[in-house]
C-alpha cells in the first residue's frame, strides 16, 4: 500500500494576532510600479523583460476586490508582486493566502529576505478554485521581509507564463505563545530519489586561511576537522577568489599558487596578495590533496580561475603574461599532478561565471559565448592530463536563454557535471532552471542521463544578511541541505564555508572553528553526512517549511527527521505505514534559539500508542527517529 505523508496542522490561540500586510485584501485599488518594492506597505508589481503581462484590481475576488495576474503572450520572465513587511527578530510568524489559476499555472507564494532569497515558500495545486496556501516562518535575524506572489509560475520562481490566477486575502500575523499540533505520516516503501552518494557533504574551503603549514598553532588540524564532519568530498578555492588565482606557474608540474590575474576593486581579500602576484599564506594544490586524503575524501572539487580571460589590459594592478595559454597548461599540469596523486578530480570552469556584471558587486562580465570559447579550450586541457577527470560548467544564476540555452547544443560533449550555487533556507531557483534547460535540450538522451548537479557552495545564509552560528541557524541550516537532497540530479554539496574571510566562530559562514573542530553550522553537517541514507522516502506536507524528510540507508535502516524551524512549540503525531511501534530517538537541542553550543544526543526509545508516535519539539531543533526495517 501506497502511503505517503500528510500534515494537518493546528494552531491554539487565546487571541488573534493583528494582520502585519498592508491591504491584504486589495480594497484599496493601488498597486505601485517595481521602483516602489522596497517601501514598507506597498503593493508593488514586477514586471521583468515583457510587456505582454500585467497585475491589476479585479472585483472578481473571494468578497470583494482581487488582484489580478494576465499574461498572453509567449516564454517565461520574471513576474511577481512584492510587498515589505516589518518583522521583529527571532519571531515566529504564519503567512496565509489565498490563490486561484488557470489549471496549467502553479502560482507561488513566498517570504524571502529583501535580496530576494526565499525563506519560505509554498506551490498551489492546480485545480481552478480558490485555495487557502499557508506559510510557517521565523524572521531570523531579518527586521523587514518580503511577501512575493509568482503568478505566473509553474512551480518555480522568478517565471511568468501565459495565463490567468488572482491572489486574495494575504495576512502575516505573529504565532507567540501559540501552539503547533502537526500529523505526519510516512511510507517507508516510497522511493522518491536514489542513487545519493555516501556521505555527500563537504566545505568549500577558504584558500587563505585554512592551511595548517601557515597556522600550526590550532589546537585540531584541517585533516581531522575534515574528518569529523565526514564528507566524502571538498572543495578547493572557497569561491569568487578561485576565479583570480593559479594553481602553478611554468612548467606547470608542482603546486606554487600566484594571481593570473589582480584587481583590488574585484577581488576581496586583497591584503593576502602581494604587488608581483604571489600570494600570502595560501592552501597549496597539495596540502588540499593531503588534508583531503588524510579525512577520507573521495571526491576533489576546484576551481580553474578564468576571469583573467576577461580582464582588459590596463585596468588590472596585474596580469599574467599571455594569460589564455597560462590557464590552458596549468589545467593541464593540475590535472596530470593530481592524477599522480590518484585522487578523483572534478574541476569547474570559473566561479558563477554566469552572473551578470552588477556594476556594484564588481564581477568581470561574461557572455554565453565566452563561456562556450574558454570551456573549449579547458576541457580537452583538462582530458588530456587526466581522462577520468570532470569537467563542470556554471549555471543556474542567468536565464537559460541567456545561458544553457546556448551552452548545450555548442559545447555538451565537453560537460560531465554543473555547478549551482543554493544560498537562503530553501530556494530550489537554481537547481530548477539546470534540470528545466537539461529536460529541453536537443541532444542524446544518454548524454543527459549521466549528467549531475553538483552545490559547490550552499548555506542557509542570505547572502547580505547577517547570520548566527547558533541553535536556530544551524537548524535552518540542517533543512536546508534536506531539501538540496531530494531535488533531482543533485549529488555532491559543499558548505560555504569552513573558515569565511571573517573567520568568526560566531558567524554561521563558518563550518569550522577558527582553532578546529566544527561549529553548529557544521555539526548538523555530520549528522546527514552518518544519517542520511541513499535513498529518500516519500514526503508530502500541507505546510512545506515544516518539513518531515525521510531516508533509508542500503543496510535498512531508516531515518525520519522531524524539524521545528519556527520556534514555538510543535507536537508531531506520527504514523509509520509498516506498522513500526517503536524507534531509537535522537535530538538536535539546546538552551534557546541563540545557543551557540547545542548538542545531539541520545533520548532513548519512543513507542507508539495505537499505531501513531508522539513527538514534542518544545522550541527550535529536529528529533530523528531510526529503526531498522
Known sequence: MRVIIIIACCISSAFA???????GTFNAGDIRSESEGNTPGVWAAYVIKDAAGSFAIDADGRSGNCVKYVKTGEGSHNFHLNQVIEVTPNTAYEMRAWMKSDVHLKPLISVSGMNWKPIATNV???????????????????TRLRFEWFAGATGAMFTGIAGT???????????????LSLTARVAVNDIVKSGIPERPIGVSENVFNTSDRFYPERTISQAKTLALLGGRTVRGMEGNIGDFLIWSVPPYDKPAMRASAYHPKRVYMHQYFRPDGTLDRPMEFDE?????????????FYIIGIDALNAI?????????????????????????????????????????????????????????????????IAPAIKRGDRTAKVGVNAGFRENKEWLDRILPEAHEHIDFFIAHAYSPRGTYAMDRVNDAIARASIPEAVKARWTICLTETSSYNPGSPIRNDLAESTRNFVRMGVNRLLPRVTYMHFWTDRAADNDSMSGKNAFHPNGGLLPMGQVLSVWNEHGGERMLRTETEIPDMPVFATKKNNGTVNIFLANTVGVPVRYLLTIDNGRNEAAAFAWTGTGDDDTAPVWKQLGTVRAENGVFSVSIPGTGFVMLSFKQ
Open 288 to 300: 588540499f590533496i593531503d588534508t583531503g586524503i588524510a579525512a577520507g575524501v573521495k571526491e576533489f
Open 165 to 179: 490566477s488572482r491572489l486574495d486575502d494575504v495576512a502575516v500575523t505573529d504565532l507567540a505563545g501559540e501552539t
Open 17 to 23: 494576532a493583528e494582520n502585519i500586510v498592508r491591504d
Open 313 to 377: 589590459a590596463g585596468e588590472w594592478d596585474y596580469m599574467l603574461p599571455d594569460v589564455t595559454n597560462a590557464i590552458i597548461h596549468a589545467a593541464e599540469g593540475q590535472a596530470r599532478y593530481a592524477k599522480s596523486r590518484g585522487v578523483s578530480m572534478w574541476f569547474e570552469i570559473g566561479n558563477e561565471t554566469d552572473l551578470n556584471d552588477y556594476k556594484e558587486k564588481k564581477l568581470v562580465p561574461w557572455t554565453a559565448e565566452g563561456y562556450i570559447e574558454a570551456l573549449k579550450l
Open 124 to 142: 498551489l495545486k492546480p485545480s481552478g478554485e480558490w485555495q487557502e496556501l499557508r506559510l510557517l516562518f521565523n524572521s531570523g535575524t531579518n
